[in-house]
């Protein structure tokens, strides 16, 4: 199994069954694999298109460059969705007092964000799977 897959399906375990432990896994695929990666990981916005502008020229990546790129991915959607979550709650919380209303705000928010965090790792474990690049670029 590539780096590119674990990192994809521990993505998907820390917001699903293990968000601790999941997280220091990624954590230490990203310390020991993107950090030290000396060259510059591709992904899809460094496509370029061809002569008549409406095909994009097949990118050749490495499996280490696309391993490196699902990892970081992986890791920085895991910073990202932890702290909007965490803060989002957090901040609903603030702003509108401990009251019926807010909870079904605070839910709906944390259920709604989560979601689509989980449905983002889905997407990127299939194109893991298929040896394509993450789907957006981060960080």
Not at 88 to 113: P, Q, R, S
């Amino acid at each position: 199994m590539s780096k590119a897959i674990q990192a994809q399906a521990w993505y998907l375990a820390n917001l699903l069954a293990l968000p601790g432990l999941s997280f220091l896994v990624l954590l230490y695929l990203y310390l020991k694999y993107v950090r030290p990666y000396q060259g510059e990981i591709r992904d899809q916005r460094d496509l370029e298109l061809s002569e008549d502008s409406s095909l994009p020229k097949m990118l050749t990546l490495t499996q280490q460059e696309l391993d490196a790129s699902h990892i970081r991915s992986a890791f920085w959607l895991s910073v990202i969705g932890g702290g909007s979550v965490i803060g989002g709650c957090g901040l609903l919380f603030l702003l509108t007092g401990n009251n019926a209303k807010a909870w079904v705000m605070i839910v709906l928010y944390f259920t709604v964000l989560h979601t689509s965090f989980v449905l983002w790792g889905m997407f990127n474990l299939a194109k893991a799977w298929s040896s394509k690049l993450p789907f957006f670029k981060l960080i």
